[in-house]
């Protein structure tokens, strides 16, 4: 919004509130937001985030409770709407309490300092410590609530287990739900969709978590493999000239799911144009 001509950003920022406002007020009856902006999922036989695989009505990654990238946005999209000067003060001081309170409640829900990373989720009594993409968002984003400290020591963590030269993986290696091999009948590769798959799109999330924590010199060498990797796959692999929807997280991370995905190819793209800057 805040690169929109000063009119049109202005008219879109009501609608900026009355978004957040409906998710306070209840507008999904299977979340809750609470007063410290957290957004807590029911459990049900829905998946709420992008992990959304279901199979014979039952989430594959239910995710449940707090997710992390989900309260990473909604700091996120408060703080912007807080300081955007379109805004006008449209929130005015209940969200600015309310996002004090978020910034306070972020580090004790999710970091785990033995493992030097941020949780996947909260079920509200305990941490779910998976080592899963999802925290990027909450290392990237404009507007964070962890401290470049931390955020360095968590990247260090994804860095090792989650990147790959086609993207990152949905799930560590080391844990005992990996799904290596996107293959199979449905049921088995919607098993293995976010269990370890490895998915393209999701090297804007680490560019972007690497940029905020280290810099441009760092995100260009960190992402410099898989750009080479993605170069050779547009040319020679797959559907040419295009990107796929995901790859094995097993090397030699074979090309499965949708041989031109939108959302690989924007993403790539997003990087390379970000890295040539």
Known sequence: LTELAPSRGAALMPVVWEILQALRDGADARIRVGDDLGVFSQPGPWALTWMDAVVD???????????????????NAVAFALDAPLSRGGGGEPWR???ARAKDAFLPRYWLAELGYLADGHDGRVPDVSLRPNKLWALGLPYSPVPRDLARRAIG????????PAGLRTLAP???????????NQTNRDR?????????????????AVLRAYGKSERRA???PCLAFFEWHLREDAC????????????PHRAGGAPAQAWSVAEVFRVVDAVQA
């Open 157 to 164: 963590a994804v860095t090792e287990e989650l990147l790959t």
């Open 222 to 224: 960190r992402v410099k």
């Open 192 to 208: 293995a969709y976010h269990q370890g798959t490895v998915w393209p799109w999701l090297l804007g999330p680490y560019a972007d």
């Open 57 to 75: 009505g039952v989430p594959v990654t239910p995710r449940s409770g707090h997710a992390v990238e989900i309260d990473a946005l909604m700091y």
């Open 97 to 99: 309490r309310a996002l």
């Open 174 to 184: 080391r844990d005992a739900r990996y799904c290596g091999r996107y293959e199979g």
């Open 240 to 251: 040419l000239g295009q990107i796929s929807e995901v790859f094995d997280g097993d090397p």
